[in-house]
């Protein structure tokens, strides 16, 4: 039988602890398994819901990270897609069934059997927890891992497979196409990236902020409008909003500011204590609209969205850090005093 293979990485090992070294190992290379030396790993405010228990009880210790890129190591016996040297990617979730209405329909993020990335059993290794991406490497299924293109910046590419395939699936789903007019509600990590992609999709896009301060940067990068509340863009007119906010807010409001029939589309996944809730009754009188929610992607899409980021020169606005400071960045994160994505060097972190 092969042997576990070694790993470190950060770890949290509780609610409320501190990001800590941690060794451990992950199971054995199968036979279409891919070994992967991360090289860099996105920090999602997922991961901060996540290491806190805010969406549900965690998995401690717990190594969080679902924004990884990095090189190939080794390949299983039988893994025909990869080769060592190859750059590579890796999403929110590493395994599922292969069987079921989701998988077979390229939506294995719904699959019963998923396997998230982190804090998460893997249901197809013994229920032993998944460790994340703040870790040196990491061992996936051939079949759940995105091919990155050789001289792509894998710093830039690393964010992309959570916040990039998370806002660029609605904006397909509702169609987003020339002439779109398109608000992006929240504008963080997630935001910035559905500014971006909907530009490239030849929408018009206006920014719903909750201040002032992000006016600059929204127009800078292309934003029409900037709305510093949702009450000033009530009337809008917009076919899509796509909401990112991870804290509670008013639902309605954001109706207020669709065009007859548009839709609002939310990936921002508030704490459970603070779920926002859409009252129904405005619901009925508010015009036809549609409220739908989005999980990042498929693995067919997410590949499909990284060629386009690609193509377009789409990658987000990153600042790069080491593991140490994860606990500083989490406070910056929940403390609205932060860049777009911070990115940690696992290299820089762990040495090779
Ligand atoms: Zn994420
Ligand atoms: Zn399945």
Redesign the pocket.
């Known amino acids: 039988m092969a042997a576990r293979i070694p790993a470190k990485g950060f770890a949290i090992h509780s609610r409320e602890g501190k990001f800590q070294r941690h060794d451990f190992t992950r199971h054995a290379l199968g036979e279409k398994d891919v070994l992967i030396d991360i090289h860099y790993c ?1 920090i ?4 901060i819901h996540s290491a806190y228990s805010e969406w549900h009880d965690g998995i401690y210790p717990m190594i969080p990270g ?2 990884i890129a990095g090189v190939v190591k080794e390949v299983g016996a039988h893994a025909r897609k990869f080769k060592v040297g190859d750059k590579v990617g890796v999403g ?1 979730f590493v395994n599922s069934c292969k069987e079921c209405a989701p998988c077979t329909h390229h939506h294995e993020q719904f699959c019963p059997k998923v396997v998230f990335t982190y804090d998460c059993p893997d249901h197809f290794h013994n229920n032993e927890p998944h460790m994340g991406g703040y870790s040196n490497c990491m061992v996936v299924d051939e079949d759940y891992i995105i091919r990155i293109p050789h001289d792509a910046p894998l710093e830039k590419i690393a964010p992309l497979f ?2 990039g395939i ?1 806002t660029y699936s609605p904006l397909k789903f509702s169609q987003v196409k020339e002439g779109s007019k398109v608000g992006i509600a929240g504008f963080g990590g997630l935001g910035h990236m559905g500014l971006k992609y909907a530009l490239a999709m030849g929408a018009q896009v206006s920014v719903i902020g909750r201040s002032e301060a992000k006016r600059e940067q929204a127009l800078k990068m292309g934003a029409k409008h900037y709305y510093s509340s949702v009450e000033d863009a009530k009337g809008a007119d917009l076919d899509l909003i796509l909401s990112t906010i991870p804290t509670p807010y008013n639902m309605t409001d954001y109706l207020d500011a669709l065009r007859y029939g548009g839709e609002l589309a939310i990936v921002g996944n508030p704490p459970k204590d603070v779920l926002p809730s859409v009252n129904v009754a405005e619901l009925i009188m508010h015009g036809n609209k549609k409220v739908y929610g989005s999980l ?1 992607g498929g693995i067919e899409e997410t590949q499909e969205m990284l060629d386009f980021s690609i193509l377009h020169h789409i990658y987000p606005e990153i600042e790069l850090v080491t593991g140490e400071d994860i606990d500083q960045v989490y406070y910056n994160l929940t403390h609205s005093n932060a860049p777009f994505r911070y990115v940690i060097d696992m290299k820089k972190s762990l040495g090779s």
């Open positions: 996105g999602c405010h997922s991961d679902h924004e929110c959570c916040a998370t990042i």
